[in-house]
């Protein structure tokens, strides 16, 4: 059983926020900071903005689990181990009911607003006959009011059955090989950060009031803001219908001592991940939707030039297009991803006298998703999740890990002056090489030609045309890949760009660690150890991101790296 119970205040507050611009002050000789901070000593404020109330999220749930196991012993050298386990994870409440949810289920087309030719909510009973019906929290569930689910905004997944089996066998009976395989389910529990997150971002309980153009010192001097008739970014942060994520794990394992000193094991090791959340726009227009607000010679305003694609000025015109009228992106988190890994891991071992050894691992892994995380890296299509489908970011190719202790032979007991000089030496070491994770290149630019809305308010991103090898690029500091391997989608074609995830292969890794410790025997009891330890001993450079943004000035450079060399030196007394 575990209780969870979080007091999160992280919301603005409302003492009020003060805005400064540059507005009114001349331009001539000015930087945008000199004019900001005149109209700052002037008292002039662009905006004065200020919370009703001081959200606070008081979040709970509840965990109860229930496991049974056994083990089978068919013969003296087969053993199956097995057993299952039941999790309960309950959606998250708020103690004070504040919590609300986004759920399509709950929208009433009947109820939203009209969408003026500009993309602006029209609630005006005479030129939108239908707002006498509107309500401004159209599709939303509120905790305790008008959700189906009590003081939850989402159902309870009761049917988390794990099982797990395993196998042991020693097939030749003599102790130095051994056949080890195993198969088990794993339930995740909700995420819930989201629910603190739906507290703070949705509309439900927390009015604001705008008041421009007024002063530092009488905020109140000015006249409040009308209503905005921008529509809302709304957020449905906890998955409706939600299904429990989980993962089903899977390996045979081959182990053997070819000596008694040295041991190889060989495994495949692999998962699949199913119902993996993710965040996604589900107010998204259809692909090429915006074709029918193209500019004719008889509209020629609040209109997408014919053959253009969608630009940011133009993006409010798709709010006539979104299957929820009145909100623009709705960021929405759905338990409908999957993800699968599988790889080969080999691994040696050998003991040589004393305390000296060595230890050398390589795998060889691939790792899919059709979503990088759980809440960010949107689909560009929300209406085609598989298109998503590609390297997780968490894919390396190859990874070689060796470490290794070398205990020097001689004046072991460390007997007089040159026993404890000589004695006692001790060298280590921790060898690393790693291939690079992926990348997803985007656009950047002023130009949505699939026309989904990712250049306004919505969690996706627009991506570029791939029309060459990105890998076959110099490897560089300033160029890391073939930035000549993007274009934008040729003008004229009304399509989403066919770069995929994580197309573009970064920055390898390869580290060497250096130990030499010296053990000093200064009684019977007592005993002391030097250490001196070098991290990143050849001080090799390794990057480790990249901008992938194709319409920065820096598309393509490497813009970060590892730690450089660390040295450290220690003295250990024990006793």
């Known amino acids: 059983y575990y209780h969870y119970e979080k007091h999160e205040n992280a919301a603005n507050g409302n003492q009020g926020i003060f805005s400064v611009n540059t507005a009114g002050q001349p331009t001539t000789g000015n930087t945008s900071f000199e004019r900001t901070w005149a109209n700052f000593l002037l008292g002039r404020a662009s905006n004065f903005r200020q919370d009703s109330v001081d959200l606070t999220a008081i979040i709970r749930t509840n965990q109860i689990e229930f496991f049974g196991q056994d083990e089978f012993r068919i013969r003296r050298n087969l053993t199956i181990p097995y ?5 309960m994870f309950r959606q998250p409440t708020d103690a004070n009911n504040k919590l609300s949810n986004f759920d399509p289920a709950a929208f009433n087309l009947s109820a939203a607003p009209c969408i003026t ?11 939108c006959p239908q707002a006498v019906n509107f309500n401004p929290l159209n599709g939303f569930i509120i905790a305790g009011q008008n959700s189906p689910f009590g003081d939850k905004v989402s159902n309870d997944d009761n049917k988390n059955i794990a099982p797990r089996v395993g196998i042991a066998w020693d097939p030749f009976n003599d102790g130095k090989f051994a056949v080890r395989a195993g198969y088990g389910m794993f339930y995740d529990s909700v995420l819930f950060g989201n629910a603190e997150n739906n507290v703070f971002l949705n509309p439900a309980f927390n009015p604001q009031v705008n ?46 001592s070819v000596t008694k000193d040295f041991l190889i094991d060989i495994g495949y090791y692999g998962s699949k991940g199913t119902h993996m959340i993710g965040i996604l726009d589900i107010n998204q227009p259809k692909v ?17 030039p014919a053959g253009q694609p969608v630009k940011g000025a133009t993006t409010p015109l798709l709010n006539r297009l979104r299957p929820f009228p009145g909100y623009v992106g709705i960021d929405a988190i759905a338990s409908i991803f999957n993800s699968n890994y599988n790889s080969l891991q080999v691994a040696v071992q050998k003991r040589f006298h004393g305390s000296s050894m060595l230890n050398i691992s390589y795998t060889w892994s691939h790792s899919l998703t059709d979503n990088q995380t ?17 390297p997780s970011q968490q894919d390396r190719r190859h990874i070689l890990t060796a470490n290794y202790v070398y205990e ?24 690393t090489f790693q291939s690079g994770v992926p990348f997803t290149v985007t656009s950047g630019l002023d130009a949505d030609p699939g026309g989904q809305g990712c250049l306004g308010p919505s969690p996706c991103s627009v991506r570029p045309d791939m029309v060459g090898n990105p890998n076959d690029g110099p490897q560089t500091f300033s160029q890391w890949f ?36 010296k053990n000093l025997k200064l009684t019977e009891r007592v005993k002391s150890q030097f250490r001196f330890e070098a991290f990143n001993a050849f001080n090799k450079t390794n990057f480790t991101t990249i901008n992938t943004s194709m319409n920065s000035s820096i598309f393509g450079q490497v813009t970060g790296a590892r730690d450089p060399r660390i040295v450290q030196l220690a003295v250990k007394v024990s006793f």
Not at 117 to 127: E, V
Not at 215 to 231: E, F, K, Q
């Open 374 to 390: 759980d809440r960010s890296t949107a689909p560009q299509n929300s209406y085609c999740i598989p298109c998503e489908y590609g």
């Open 83 to 87: 057993g299952a386990r039941y999790s």
């Open 117 to 127: 030719a500009a993309g602006r909510i029209d609630t005006n009973t005479t030129t």
């Open 211 to 256: 008041i421009p153009n007024t002063t530092l010192d009488n905020p109140g001097s000015a006249s409040v803001a009308p209503p905005s008739t921008n529509p809302l970014r709304v957020r449905g942060l906890i998955a409706s219908p939600y299904h429990t994520p989980y993962i089903q794990q899977w390996s045979l394992d081959l182990q053997h």
């Open 482 to 517: 073939n930035t000549a391997a993007f274009a934008a989608v040729p003008a004229g074609e009304i399509r989403n760009g066919n770069s995929g995830r994580g197309v573009v292969l970064g920055p390898g890794y390869s580290q060497f660690d250096l130990s030499l410790f």
């Open 408 to 431: 020097l032979p001689f004046f072991k007991s460390q007997q007089g002056v040159v026993g404890h000089l000589a004695g006692g030496w001790e060298f280590s070491g921790i060898v």
């Open 288 to 304: 090429g939707a915006y074709i029918s607000l193209f500019c004719t010679p008889v509209v020629t305003t609040n209109c997408v």
